[in-house]
């Protein structure tokens, strides 16, 4: 169905088809008229299905010479981001029809700037819950000739602790109007605002995420545990990606991945919520620019992002929740184009979270080995064959250059074959290794030899077992059975190993961090009598007697064992 055969304004309609779109998606199809006949509405249907011009259309169809001076519609979005995206693509509905005015508010900006465009007669307005809010109280914004309000990403903007915010808002504007709610889901919170606050809403549900990422083709990564950074940057190196979104699951995260990727010289920016305003447009500026080819997101900022031409998403976490999978993978393969999408997984319990996403999402996500060293090398060889014969031919200016070298002996082959190697060394500068030999045993074999390492860091660093070993399992990939005693000392620390691993333990973690500190590990020669003598009062510990360690206790707690600071500060906190 076609956006001119419903009955829109020609306004509208030459708008949209300057846009391109041409079918209009099932989401507006079954929106568009009866928003247009002011019922209250529930849209339920997953990212990339053209939600914002499923209420955008009508809400600039609505708009009208008596709105000149008020605001009539009014729209609710999560992120400010959300919010500039929608204001951006609302206006572009509106390009034609000169009395909308649209604007949008949201936190971590200039208020006064808000304010004069509110003045200057909005009648649109996009807006982050707290921020409308904040324009309601000084009394900047108001909604009493509001006629329409829509919440997009309300199941988002729920869980983002805005349920009071928008429940104040709601009580706030008049009771005569046409109420709006978008969601991907429908948890129970977003059915009681939908009794609230709704009259008789018609439920609308386009089903399953399917269509949006049957175009996503899905891989998994089996990478050892401490690896994940070192095989994004593989990957990214050998698809030569230009436009990549990165997952984590946490903002620390975003900014660790982005400094580790921006240090090996990709250019990768991270977007999360504790960044400034001006921060994240920056951002998403230069991403959509492909001056940054790599972003590096949390969910939530980049929930709805719409960006087109991504080449692939990484889950360089695996997501918390299903819904989180489709809503990133969503990211790619936008708008009928292929995209791909690969997650990093690094134990056998992440692997059946991946399963069970697969079943949910009801695509077959693949695994794939890491590519090699060898492999890249080969390939961007090939790149450079088809780079060099695409060159334009060059027909003098440097030829004295030539002629300089070959007057000193410098054959033409060896001037070629010095510049060639110069430019594929920059391609694969920094490969990380994973072609390291792998331990060959797994488990601890009783009565194998076994020897000591020697860390050098011990209780002045308030180093817990656990964190040893943790670091130890995460850079060798070995399991932590594997692994023996490990007696923690004033300055230092001793972990008994298999003698046939220890080279392997020892290159691996040549240049392992252990709780923010740079640890030098050696094999440990001999013990002095005065050690062995202290050792009775040392915390002994056994990787394979941590169950009865922890025994009923929560993880957490054994670990603030070992952190008397925490300790202290929870304590006070009670
Ligand atoms: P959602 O809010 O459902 O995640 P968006 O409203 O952000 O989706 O739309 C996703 C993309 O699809 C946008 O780039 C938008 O311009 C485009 N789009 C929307 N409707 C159509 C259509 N009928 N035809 C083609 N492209 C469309
Ligand atoms: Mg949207």
Redesign the pocket.
């Known amino acids: 169905m076609h ?1 001119n055969e419903l009955n829109l304004s020609q306004e509208i309609i030459t708008a ?1 088809e300057e ?7 099932d ?2 199809k079954e929106s568009i008229p009866l928003l247009m006949q002011g019922a209250d509405v529930v849209g339920r ?10 209420f ?1 259309i009508p809400a600039v169809e609505s708009i009208t010479e008596a709105d000149r001076k008020s605001v009539a519609v009014l729209i609710l979005c999560p992120t400010r981001e959300l919010a500039m ?2 204001c951006e ?1 609302i206006r572009k509905f509106a390009k034609y029809k000169r009395i909308v005015k649209t604007t949008a508010i949201y936190g971590g900006a200039s208020m006064e700037r808000q304010i004069m465009e509110l003045k200057r007669g909005a009648n649109i307005v996009i807006g982050t819950p707290g921020r409308v809010m904040d324009h309601i109280r000084r009394r900047t914004l108001k909604l009493d000739k509001l006629r329409t309000v829509i919440l ?2 309300a199941d988002e903007m729920l869980n983002m602790g805005f349920r009071e915010d928008i429940e104040a808002i709601l009580s706030e504007i008049p009771e005569e109007r046409q109420t709006v709610l ?1 969601s991907a889901t429908m948890p129970p919170e977003i059915l009681a605002i939908t009794e609230k606050y709704q009259r008789e809403p018609v439920h609308i549900k386009i089903k399953s995420a399917q269509k949006t990422v049957e175009s996503v083709k899905q891989f998994y990564f089996m990478v050892a545990m401490g690896r994940k950074t070192d095989a994004l940057k593989l990957l990214l190196k050998a698809y030569s990606l230009e436009a990549v979104m990165v997952f984590c699951n946490t903002k620390k995260m975003v900014d660790e991945l982005t400094e580790e990727l921006v240090k090996s010289g990709i250019h990768a920016a991270g977007l999360h919520g504790d960044m400034k305003q001006i921060q994240r447009t920056q951002v998403m500026n230069s991403f959509k620019s492909k001056a940054i080819t790599v972003l590096v997101a949390t969910d939530v900022a980049a929930r ?1 992002i ?1 960006v ?1 031409g991504i080449d692939a998403v990484f889950n360089y976490d695996i997501p918390q929740d299903n819904e989180y999978y489709i809503h990133r993978i ?1 990211r790619t393969g ?2 009928g184009h292929d995209g791909t999408a690969y997650t990093l997984i690094t134990n056998r319990r992440q692997q059946y979270e991946l399963k069970d996403i697969a079943k949910y999402v009801k695509a077959d996500i693949t695994e794939l080995p890491l590519p090699e060293k060898a492999d890249i090398i080969a390939l961007k060889k090939d790149e450079l064959v088809k780079n060099i014969a695409q060159m334009p031919s060059v027909q003098e200016n440097c030829s004295d250059i030539l002629d300089k070298l070959a007057s000193m002996g410098i054959d033409y082959r060896e001037i070629a074959l010095r510049l060639i190697n110069e430019r594929l060394q920059k391609e694969i500068a920094g490969l990380p290794e994973f072609d390291m030999p792998k331990p060959l045993k797994k488990g601890k074999k009783s009565g194998a030899k076994t020897v000591k390492i020697d860390i050098n860091i011990g209780r002045n660093k308030r180093i817990a077992p656990n964190f040893i070993l943790g670091a130890l399992v995460d850079a060798t990939g070995m399991s932590g059975q594997d692994f023996g005693k490990i007696d923690i000392f004033d300055n230092h620390t001793t972990v008994e190993i298999p003698e046939d691993e220890t080279d392997y333990i020892l290159e691996s973690t040549n240049s392992l961090k252990i709780n923010g500190n740079k640890v030098e590990i050696k094999l440990y020669k001999g013990n002095s009598v005065s050690e062995k003598k202290s050792r009775k009062t040392e915390k002994q510990f056994k990787p394979d007697r941590r169950k009865s360690a922890y025994g009923n206790r929560k993880k957490a707690d054994v670990f603030n064992d070992y952190i008397p600071n925490r300790r202290k500060r929870i304590k006070k906190r009670h």
């Open positions: 956006f949209v846009l391109g779109f041409l079918e209009m998606t989401i507006q249907s997953n990212t990339g299905t053209g939600k914002t011009a499923a955008g995206q929608a693509e997009d990403e978008f709805g719409d087109s969503g936008r708008a």
